[in-house]
DNA sequence: ATGAAAGCGCTAACAC
DNA sequence: GTGTTAGCGCTTTCAT
């Protein structure tokens, strides 16, 4: 019967690995960290010695007098570690972690800023080596004392502010711009934008494409076309039938975040909307190609965003001293449907607004 | 300019702080861990001198000389931080961890033996305070070692072999039967199983429940009907495939894991046999009602799996010494419209297939 | 209410 | 090749 906590046996040391292979201590440590100047013979010795007794270094000590007091321990700060974006960046930096003996911290800020203070303080206590974040909209300022104590700082998917730091993401602005293009080149004047909490640099980024491709198409955005601080699904949703319901319906819909799109998709199924009013969405989802009509979205890449970030940090770590980067990770439009669908010209369909499209 | 790398400024000890403030080291001390016998007006001025000199206590170094040694960190093994029911344990026990002031670290073991058991000795040697654990399917009589070194551990989703332990998952069998059940009773008899690797105890579980309520019905599973080791979404598709093409094709599907229930989907789609071929898919997913036919699932609630198994891992740390325990989290069928397809009298039914449904 | 001394387990610096 | 010494930043123990 195996207790659950029996008098907890203690933990082999260094020291208890010496006196049983008969070295010194240091010779310990050279065999563990695969330092040069060990016989086989005495290698030998001392790794039968560490099997015998089971014994596992203790890194948190180690770190105490290690160079640069590296803890082989990074931190990973994002919005939600179940957010399948968030969840896909956390897992490639795991690989790019573990691929250097570091382990990770996940944690969820839930875009508040006081839990992001506190994610950082956290992990500050706790000697991280480096910090990924995807920031909150606030102000990043207060992290320049963690850089300057030798953290490096790298950020996802949201550019910070109040700090130059090194940044890996998507060019918002720019696909942004290109869903809009493309519901306008089949024929849609009458575009709405469902973003996210606009405190988020990269939501703004969104809305700033959107507005800027409406612009130079000479179509107007409606007072309440462009809505903001859908932090979730149902107020998404809430707001697709709200626009709906106006005199002045629109004939497309960008939905800027992954929640957004669940809302928006869901809300106009549930109008039986959904081959009528077309949808481009950011940020892909499982099963969306199978809907009908699938749903067409700008698809990120969060792994390699993820990937980089890591490798950027750790370059970072090593030495790194160049200047601030911001590093572009292509997206691609992925055409399933929903972004195809042509403006209807039954109902009010506006004036004039048949055009045909490209 | 802010530099990315500058001479990092040495952080201040304990020590510095005392200095500032003028006071002992360990009256420091004890105003950072909120300890008694601390005039007011001493706290006031370390308070002050922390403040100054933007201290952050170095809880490894504290870890140290900590009764218990207590490193206010757990370690927590899933599957693959990305799979939407991992990510939600992750946030599960973020949360509980959270307000115990423990930080986690979280990471992928793929269902590899080798990096589970590296993932381990890694936490290991960070002298993580406890374990949760989703074992795969090998023997973890490993992990007797961390126990009788006074890491409590805790398993989900998966019991763990060799090593009796608190689990806290769904009653796979029973819940597998449900839907086994449920199929059944609206008029199918030629039922096929598609299962993760059977290495998994709970794929086992499910296959269990599965031949038991189909026995129990006085029904045969013929060969190539209970497909396991089917671990991509790709792999699962193209067996539905070929379950379709035999000259005796199953009527109803079991996906026995989220990933298998992606890949089934897609495949009867792309077969056009959605609305022909029934399926009732183990975890839910998103999007999941808004497909014709809706999907139905047994919807298993990880987040609730998380919560029970760190608050069982933190009570193992509080010295509970009880026996292990295994609790089961109630899961739901969630119909919708894929579970409740019967069998169509068209094609071969099979001899005397034409039951009436329950 | 406060502080001095010891030492956790390891790595760095410097012997030999 | 190998070992000895010192000390990282903290908590514990025990004085005062």
New interface residues.
């Given amino acids: ?6 008098a ?2 203690r ?1 082999a040391t260094m020291r208890d690995v010496a006196a049983l292979a008969g070295v010194g201590l240091k010779t310990v440590s050279r065999v563990v960290n695969a330092e040069p100047n060990v016989s086989a013979e005495t290698q030998a010795r001392v790794e039968r010695a560490i099997d015998a007794l ?1 014994f ?6 180690g ?2 007098r290690r160079e640069g007091g590296r ?3 990074i931190g990973l700060i994002l919005d ?3 957010n ?1 974006f968030s ?2 960046i ?2 490639a930096v ?1 690989i790019v972690a ?1 691929a250097r ?1 570091t ?6 800020s839930d875009d508040d800023t006081a839990r992001e203070r506190e994610l950082v ?7 991280v080596d480096g910090l990924i974040i995807t920031a909150y909209g606030g102000d990043q300022g207060y992290l ?2 963690e ?4 953290t ?1 700082l790298v950020f996802v998917d949201r550019v910070p502010n109040g ?4 940044v890996v993401l998507t060019d918002n602005a720019a696909w942004s711009s290109v869903a809009t293009q493309h519901l306008i080149d089949h024929g849609h004047r009458r575009i709405a934008l469902l973003s996210d909490d606009l405190t988020i640099p990269t939501a703004r980024d969104r809305r700033l494409g959107y507005e800027r491709t409406m612009a130079a198409a000479g179509l107007e955005v409606p007072t309440g076309y462009s809505v903001g601080d859908l932090t979730t699904a149902e107020l998404a949703g809430a707001e697709v039938e709200r626009l709906i319901d106006r005199p002045d319906p629109p004939t497309a819909l960008i939905t800027a975040q992954n929640v957004i799109t ?1 809302g928006g ?2 809300a106009l ?1 549930r109008r039986g909307r959904q081959s009528d009013i077309a949808l481009v969405g950011f940020d892909d ?8 009509p699938g749903i067409t979205v700008v698809a990120q890449d969060p792994a390699r965003i993820g990937q980089l970030a890591a490798e950027r940090l750790f370059a ?1 770590m090593d ?6 980067e911001t590093i572009l990770v292509p997206a691609r439009l992925i055409t399933r449907g929903s972004g195809e669908l042509r403006v209807r010209r039954s109902g009010r369909t506006g004036r004039g607004s048949r055009a045909p499209a490209s």
Same sequence: chains 1, 2.
């Fill in positions: 019967m195996s207790r659950q906590t029996a907890p046996r933990r089971g596992e270094p203790n890194l948190g000590a770190s105490l803890t082989l321990t939600a570690v179940d399948p969840a896909a956390n897992r795991e573990a003996g382990a990770v911290f996940a944690a969820s303080a956290a992990f500050s206590r706790r000697r320049q004392n850089r300057e104590h030798g490096p700090l130059l730091a090194d669940i998709v869901r199924h989802l499982q099963l969306a190609d199978l809907l009908s970072r030495d790194d001293s160049g200047p601030a």
